[in-house]
């Protein structure tokens, strides 16, 4: 964690172990996968199978889609409201003096959503498990099957609305200022080839895809000096940021290597391509 601002927001794994039984620690599996179909947007697909045949012993599974999103937009993965959120956080046990701790089985920014969900709305006593369930899982670490234990209702009631969700308005206005980052999370192949509906991406954007801040040998973060060497060369440590990807998923995971490295102003796009690729008024830069 050398070089970092802020390595409170990720968590190893050895001082996970040694705080399972912690009753002031809660572990969120926050898994979703987003399956491809022929012809058409992706199938949301929560992780809860497989969350019961194996997980972090003592955690619960956070269903992105349905626990902490507003499923009354018409995109999903929407922020919820402040009431809905709290709501959530109650029912899986959580208070405002609990370090929440979140994870994935698949890639990580479905975990630093959830961490970036809590952050919007004022708590910071939250961390990403590096190298989540991959690495969990490979050092044998304590696990568990089945549904996961609930616990007694937590009193989490929201400290803060920090406002670091932003809708196309901003994005639409950042565009001709030069002094605003607008950072592409995706990978190539997903906003060349119009996974989102229109190929390309927000014009003036700079990109930083979300997979290339991980160490594909360990499913870890990068150190924070090659961190901060990817956001450097493209002008996001010393702008503000506005971080977009196909619905503000994978745009949290930039957000979190920023925040860490002791970035002050971040904000995210929530529906980022989901909305902006669909919308034929709103312009679109070709190729990578």
């Not at 949290?252 to 860490?260: K, N, P, Q, V």
């Not at 529906?271 to 679109?284: G, H, I, Q, V």
Request: hydrophobic share 45%; charged share 20%.
């Amino acid at each position: 964690m050398t070089g970092f601002v802020h390595p409170e927001f990720l968590v190893e794994t050895d001082w996970l172990e040694h705080n399972l039984a912690n009753p002031k620690v809660v572990v969120l599996d926050c898994t979703v996968h987003l399956l491809t179909q022929p012809n058409g947007p992706y199938r949301i697909k929560p992780a809860r199978e497989e969350f019961e045949a194996g997980h972090v012993a003592g955690a619960q599974f956070c269903d992105v889609q349905r626990d902490v999103s507003d499923t009354t937009q018409k995109f999903a993965f929407m922020r919820p409201t402040a009431e809905g959120f709290a709501s959530a956080m109650r029912r899986f046990g959580i208070s405002n003096d609990t370090r929440v701790i979140a994870y994935s089985t698949a890639n990580p920014w479905w975990a630093t959503r959830v961490w970036w969900l809590l952050r919007e709305f004022g708590h910071d006593n939250a961390a990403v498990l590096n190298g989540g369930w991959q690495k969990w899982s490979r050092e044998n670490r304590p696990t568990e099957a089945g549904a996961g234990a609930s616990r007694p209702a937590g009193t989490f009631a929201v400290q803060a609305e920090r406002g670091l969700m932003v809708g196309k308005d901003e994005v639409i206005a950042a565009m001709g200022d030069a002094s605003v980052c607008t950072l592409n999370a995706l990978m190539p192949a997903q906003y060349a080839g119009g996974t989102y509906g229109r190929p390309g991406q927000i014009p003036g954007s700079v990109a930083v895809p979300a997979g290339h801040l991980l160490d594909p040998a360990t499913n870890c973060f990068l150190p924070a000096d090659r961190l901060r060497a990817k956001l450097d060369a493209v002008g996001a440590m010393d702008r503000p940021v506005i971080a977009y990807c196909g619905g503000g998923i994978a745009a949290s995971a930039d957000a979190l290597a920023l925040i860490m490295l002791g970035h002050e102003n971040v904000k995210i796009y929530d529906a980022s391509l989901s909305e902006w690729a669909k919308d034929e008024r709103l312009p679109m830069a070709a190729g990578v």
